[in-house]
């Protein structure tokens, strides 16, 4: 069955930094998808974090440009987002999202004040 598999979150003080990785189990056509992170705090719509793209373009929302860099490997089938100087404000379930798979389950981050 194809997933995408998230990992990566955990509790961290403001300031703080967490990698996340996002890995599929579809290895043949990874490095022609389109891959992003979302995420979702409780009672808030998913809002969309960050993309790069099969070309490796990336872009990201304004409010997590200059701290968060996404990045793909594609020899792991595995897209990262490494998240720098957290705030309690990025509190939320990060969704990985494939434009050929769909959505991961997600990863809760937690930043504490």
């Known amino acids: 069955q194809v997933q995408l598999v998230e990992s990566g979150g955990g509790l961290v003080q403001a300031g703080g930094s967490l990698t996340l990785s996002c890995v599929t189990s579809?290895?043949?056509?990874?490095?022609?998808?389109?891959m992003g992170w979302y995420r979702q705090a409780p009672g808030e719509q998913r809002e969309w974090v960050a993309t790069?793209?099969?070309?490796?373009?990336?872009d990201y929302a304004d409010s997590v440009k200059g701290r968060f860099t996404i990045s793909k490997d594609n020899a792991k089938n595995t897209v990262y987002l490494q998240m720098g100087s957290l705030k309690p404000d990025d509190t939320a379930v990060y969704f990985c999202?494939?434009?050929?798979?769909?959505w991961g389950q997600g990863t809760q981050v937690t930043v504490s004040s």
């Open positions: 579809v290895s043949t056509t990874f490095s022609f998808q389109d």
């Open positions: 999202h494939s434009s050929l798979l769909g």
């Open positions: 790069i793209t099969s070309g490796g373009r990336t």
